[in-house]
């Protein structure tokens, strides 16, 4: 990528070399795209690349220099034929997972699994809402917050055929965010007087947060409180919102995050012994479904430039 605000282009650069004992020269197998990779690029990302060009690609599923198949995460550069990666943030792959998939899952799957379990703390019978449900991480977070015990999951997204398929994966039930606002609106209120939310994770942010977050914020002196964690943790509709100081002071609400600086150390370090084995289990197992789309390094702008489609992660094949 030679600059911010395009797309990856398929061309040829030197050979990458590792330049400590703990480096080693990864084959590449298979590496998704995903919405930090597209944000990176575009120079918004509070972790914005420091200078160009670059090699796209935070992590990736190849073969290392002795033989071993791994997924390697948090390494610049992988989504190419080569990368140079770290050897204490790769983690050894079970035979019972393809590249696609492996490549494919972590990233969604740890977002949802830090999202729902650490951020909000979910309990068995909790009333969880996801907004953005249509995509490929929010299709994760219905799957695991049923895993988690969740008692009911409300899924809200833009994508009608996407939202009418939740189901299937667990929602109980499915909120439109193409219809006009009012409507949006009297929904998420009429699911909050049966029963107020216990948790929001939140994908896109923008106005549809606005619009939650006064629905479910109270407009009574004796209205009783309910803890409400709100978790932020993408911005597709939007990088800020107006957020007016009654709804604070109205609700119980909390607000957190999730991202890189946001999740502790101690979590992060059960990540390759406990979250990703337990993640590729379920996906394995077939408890937890994730599609992918395969593309060819070659295609890579064009892949790049639609994007993920229908729910699916595009994971580029070397």
């Known amino acids: 990528m030679h600059q911010f605000g ?75 034929e080569k990368a140079v990666v770290e050897l204490k943030r790769c983690i050894p792959l079970p035979d019972n997972i393809d590249d696609v998939t492996a490549a494919a899952l972590p ?9 729902l379990y650490y951020r909000a703390a979910l309990q ?3 009333k969880v809402l996801i907004l953005g449900a249509t995509g490929v991480t929010g299709k994760m977070a219905i799957q695991l917050a049923k895993y988690f015990g969740a008692g009911r999951v409300i899924a809200a997204g833009r994508n009608e055929a996407m939202l009418a398929k939740l189901p ?4 109980d039930a499915v909120i439109s965010m193409a219809q006009p606002e009012e409507q949006f609106t009297a929904a998420i209120k009429a699911e909050a007087a049966a029963k107020p939310f216990d948790i929001v994770i939140d994908y896109v942010w923008g106005r549809p947060a606005e619009l939650v977050l006064d629905a479910i914020s109270g407009h009574d002196l004796n209205a009783a409180a309910h803890r ?9 509709a939007g990088q800020t919102i107006n957020l007016k100081a009654g709804i604070l002071r109205s609700t119980a609400i909390e ?25 590729v289990e379920l996906v394995a ?16 702008e064009a892949a790049w430039e639609r994007g993920d489609k229908d729910g699916k992660r595009i994971v580029i094949t070397m």
């Open 6 to 80: 395009t797309a990856p282009r398929y061309e040829d650069f030197p050979d990458p070399q590792p330049a400590g004992e703990n480096e080693m020269l990864m084959q590449v197998k298979a590496a998704s795209i995903k919405n930090i990779d597209r944000g990176r690029a575009s120079g918004t990302h509070y972790d914005k690349y420091a200078q160009l060009p670059v090699v796209a690609g935070i992590d990736g599923v190849g073969i290392l220099e002795d033989g071993r198949r791994v997924y390697a995460m948090f390494n610049d550069g992988m989504i190419a």
């Open 107 to 115: 990233n969604p799957g740890l977002s949802a699994w830090f999202a």
């Open 124 to 126: 068995p019978g909790d």
């Open 168 to 171: 299937e994966l667990g929602a």
């Open 228 to 236: 409400t964690r709100y978790v932020q943790v993408g911005n597709m």
């Open 255 to 279: 607000l957190y995050g999730v991202g890189g600086g946001s999740v502790p150390k101690e979590v992060m370090q059960k990540v390759p012994t406990e979250i990703l084995p337990k993640l």
């Open 285 to 300: 197992t077939g408890v937890i479904k994730i599609e992918t789309e395969a593309v060819p390094l070659a295609d890579v």
